[in-house]
């Protein structure tokens, strides 16, 4: 059975996007997904589904509309996909906490890179269905701006790692 990784938007730990991760589970598991596992307070959640990605992901969109008020957005990934994530990742003097990797729905419009500010040294690479940003001062105080990066959802390098690993054990009936 496949293993999917749900990346949520806009989901934290306070403020108006907040939803427990007990929660995001028994909403997965009452949509009959199975092994589900969620990772931190940010709308990581890890599950086995033998529909295909959109018959997934519509359903968890509706469920979490249902109980948010508004969807967050879902955004899928398989775990090879997080893999190549890692395996692509530029910036290797980059600390890993401070490289951000966007996840998009889809790969971002050619020129998407046209109307970046970057005034703090932000470096950018897009490969795909993501965006890659190195914050050499951290992202907490950056003034970036980037357009293309508003559909998506973001995680550091430590966090698309865990994902993969998580992922990985899951497949190989390690949970």
Known sequence: MPVYVAL???????GTGTLPMAELKTICEGLGFADVQTYIQSGN??????????????????ALAARMGKAPGVIMRSRRELETVLAEAPFADAKPNFLLVTFLPEPPAAGALDKLVAPDGEEVHIHGREI????????????????ALKPGTARNLNTVRKLADMAAALEDGDS
Do not use: M, T
């Open 132 to 147: 890659y940003i190195h914050y050499p001062n951290g992202s907490g105080r950056s003034k970036l701006k980037l357009p």
């Open 45 to 62: 959640v890890l599950f086995r589904s033998n529909l295909a990605e959109d018959e997934v992901r519509r359903p968890l969109e509706e």
């Open 8 to 14: 949520l938007r806009a989901v934290n730990v306070g």
